[in-house]
T-cell receptor, first 112, second 112 residues
Framework: QKEVEQNSGPLSVPEGAIASLNCTYS??????FFWYRQYSGKSPELIMS????GDKEDGRFTAQLNKASQYVSLLIRDSQPSDSATYLC????????????FGKGNQVVVIP | GAGVSQSPRYKVAKRGQDVALRCDPI?????LFWYQQALGQGPEFLTY????????KSGLPSDRFFAERPEGSVSTLKIQRTQQEDSAVYLC??????????FGPGTRLTVL
């Protein structure tokens, strides 16, 4: 079992709709969770971090964390063509293990 | 407030050549990470420094890979006797007090 799983295929959403991305992780003691956006040919850009159960909102982005279910999600409201990118879920372990474990990413295409 | 910088941005090497990839972290950032990203995959952890100390090198794929950060700022990732499977984007990230990793633009290595 991979440490971080993002199993959905490419996601196409019409402009203005909500894009929903899901991620599960295997290490129950993980403490920190991140969503990165990566445009084609570019490096990952941090868009959200979340550390405690519940929702965290930042502009059009909402991250949701459920540690009991080992599940983290990202909602993009009012999707714009500029949101078209690959979204990477990343998880940081506990006990001084500072590396990030990444999922393979989900491609989002926003259709004008 | 410059971000993480990496050089070169692109490197083409013949199989068997040695290469050296450089990372300049954000000024004052204590922690520095190297990741390898293959096409269509999320970044994979290679190694981690705290100041000049290499605290975790568990992700280095073979003894042909070597990283250093002798003065606790600039880091170099060296790959000896490059192989075709080393072709990837090599990403450097640094972390300040916020626990968040910020990535440089990456070096795209192509081994012919």
């Amino acid at each position: 079992q991979k440490e971080v799983e993002q199993n959905s295929g490419p996601l196409s959403v019409p402009e203005g709709a909500i894009a929903s991305l899901n991620c599960t992780y295997s290490d129950r003691v993980s403490q920190s969770f991140f969503w990165y956006r990566q445009y084609s040919g570019k490096s990952p850009e941090l868009i959200m971090s979340i550390y405690s159960n519940g929702d965290k909102e930042d502009g059009r982005f909402t991250a949701q964390l459920n540690k009991a279910s080992q599940y983290v999600s990202l909602l993009i409201r009012d999707s714009q063509p500029s949101d078209s990118a690959t979204y990477l879920c990343a998880v940081k372990g506990a006990y001084g293990n500072n590396r990030l474990a990444f999922g393979k990413g989900n491609q989002v295409v926003v259709i004008p | 407030g410059a971000g993480v910088s990496q050089s070169p941005r692109y490197k083409v090497a013949k199989r068997g050549q040695d290469v050296a990839l450089r990372c300049d972290p954000i000024s004052g950032h204590v922690s520095l990470f190297w990741y390898q990203q293959a096409l269509g995959q999320g970044p994979e952890f290679l190694t981690y420094f705290q100041n000049e100390a290499q605290l975790d090198k568990s992700g280095l794929p073979s003894d042909r890979f070597f990283a250093e950060r002798p003065e606790g700022s600039v880091s170099t990732l060296k790959i000896q006797r490059t192989q075709q499977e080393d072709s990837a984007v090599y990403l450097c990230a640094s972390t300040g007090p916020t626990n968040e990793q910020f990535f440089g633009p990456g070096t795209r290595l192509t081994v012919l």
